[in-house]
């Protein structure tokens, strides 16, 4: 292996977090180097796929190099299940997570000891850029299970030291319980649910910014600016942008340092990150707005080649850090919707809704089609704060909005505003768009 890492993590920045770009450099292209030949050497599919392009790991001598590998595309993966893009015997792989697999075959990815103590590492970074310290009570409310957000979590957590309640999602009423008890200094959990938690706050006539919380990480689905503003002001608390994806090693790919809130670092020292035209796949300059993909450059199990994440963002320098910041994911490709022409993003919908006082962050985005014609419907709550006015503001508020949409995003939208509990809360990641368009 090209790097020795242990599990414990240390309470302070890593040196390597604040190294020259020649340093992180020097290092990204000795890493490359050895997971080219690690997957060629093992893994059928990336030989195969080197043989057919005409590169072979030996051409490699710079980072410019990577761009004339081929891609890596979710439909590899999928055509690999279970076990096929193992690159060690899987006698060797102490845990596989899977993707829910809601659109066909699960994407299914494993992990050696070594990944493991590299994923845990890289998540206590993430803690500790969000502000998170040795000895602080974590609650990680993300699900435990095949999904890596749970256990991603709890591990990191481990590792910087920190006492982790392992509570998983759901039961909102003892998450209010156990946070009001146990008093933990950090959350871990999906925005979405991160609301539904306040609500249940209110329900039971507590302040949220009474609460003992002091920073939460927050994942695994689109969440806007507008959306942080929300959560920090409910629960007086931080509310940091913590990425990642379970092909890649799962939450911990990229994180927000709480003094900038500036974008997310890319650990740069473990993950390769590129920019490339959705449409062409060209690669794009730093800069420039376009689809992410990964080179994983240490992990052993399932080492990963420019892997198309779908997920729109752009790349810039660092900050708060010396490696490279990623934009906040607001989209990605699959869920831009388009109406009648016009890209849309539920994100920005989004934005727009939690502009409007008398509107609550629960939403749900229709889309269907009428006499060949595209039409989005927004469905959104009321704030339980003016449930008592809704018959009077719910066409004037619906009016607002369908405004601002048109007006900010071009595109026409019918708004219906529905009393407070109408719209399904999500105990994970929320689903804020229903397709009910039929299938050509
Ligand atoms: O969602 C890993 C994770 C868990 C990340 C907890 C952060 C916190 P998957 O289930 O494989 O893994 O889904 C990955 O979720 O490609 C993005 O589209 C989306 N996503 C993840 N984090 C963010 C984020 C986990 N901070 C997919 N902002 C990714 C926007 C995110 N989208």
């Given at each position: ?6 599990v ?15 340093e992180?450099?020097?290092?990204q ?25 005409g ?22 993966l ?32 494993g ?13 206590a970074?993430s803690?500790?850029?969000g ?6 009570i ?11 957000g749970?256990?991603?979590a ?17 039961q ?5 319980r ?62 940091i ?25 890319v ?10 035209d ?46 490279r ?9 699959d ?28 939403y ?43 007006s ?9 505003v ?23």
């Open positions: 292996m090209v790097m020795t890492e242990t414990t993590a240390s309470a302070e920045i890593e040196p390597i977090e604040q190294a020259s770009r020649d992180i450099s020097a290092l292209v000795a890493r490359l180097k050895w997971t080219l030949r690690h997957a060629y050497d093992n893994v059928a599919h990336y030989r195969r796929a080197f043989d057919a392009a590169v072979h790991p030996d051409d490699v001598k710079s980072l410019d190099d990577l761009s004339r590998f081929p891609t890596t595309t979710k439909d590899d999928r055509e690999s299940y279970p076990f096929g893009m193992f690159a060690v015997p899987r006698t060797q792989v102490v845990r596989v997570h899977a993707s829910s697999g809601t659109t066909g075959r699960p994407t299914v990815v992990y050696t000891r070594a990944d493991i103590a590299v994923w845990s590492r890289l998540m970074r803690l500790r850029a502000g998170g310290r040795p000895n602080d974590v609650h990680i409310a993300y699900g435990y299970g095949l999904f890596t749970g256990l991603g709890h591990y990191g957590a481990e590792a910087l030291g920190c006492t982790v309640v392992p509570v998983s999602g759901g909102t009423e003892r998450q209010v156990l946070i009001r008890d146990f008093r933990p200094d950090i959350i871990m959990v999906t925005p979405s649910y991160m609301l539904v938690i306040a609500e249940e706050f209110r329900r039971q006539g507590l302040d949220p910014r009474a609460c003992s919380l002091r920073t939460g990480l927050f994942g695994a689905e689109p969440w806007s600016e507008a959306m942080r503003r929300e959560i920090e002001e409910t629960f007086d608390m931080h509310a942008d913590l990425y990642g994806l379970s092909e890649v090693i799962g939450p911990g790919v990229s994180c927000e340092c709480v003094e900038t809130k500036d974008g997310l670092h650990w740069e020292d473990h993950f390769y990150p590129e920019i490339v959705p449409a062409t796949g060209e690669s794009l300059p730093d800069g420039q707005r376009g689809e992410l993909l990964f080179t994983t450059l240490t992990k052993e199990a399932f080492p990963l080649i420019r892997y198309r994440t779908r997920d729109l963002s752009r790349l810039s320098p660092g900050t708060a850090r010396t490696m910041r990623m934009d906040k994911v607001t989209g990605r490709s869920d831009m919707l388009i109406i009648r022409g016009v890209n849309l993003f539920p994100s920005q919908v989004e934005e727009l809704i939690l502009a409007d006082d008398r509107l609550a962050p629960q749900l985005l229709e889309v269907d089609r009428r006499d060949h014609l595209d039409t989005l419907d927004v469905v959104v709550e009321v704030k339980p704060a003016h449930a008592a006015d809704y018959d009077q503001l719910r066409e004037p508020a619906a009016r607002d909005l369908a405004h601002h949409v048109k900010m995003v071009g595109v026409t939208v019918s708004v219906r529905v009393p407070v509990g109408t719209v399904e809360r999500s105990m994970g990641k929320a689903r804020r768009v229903i397709d009910k368009r039929p299938r050509d």
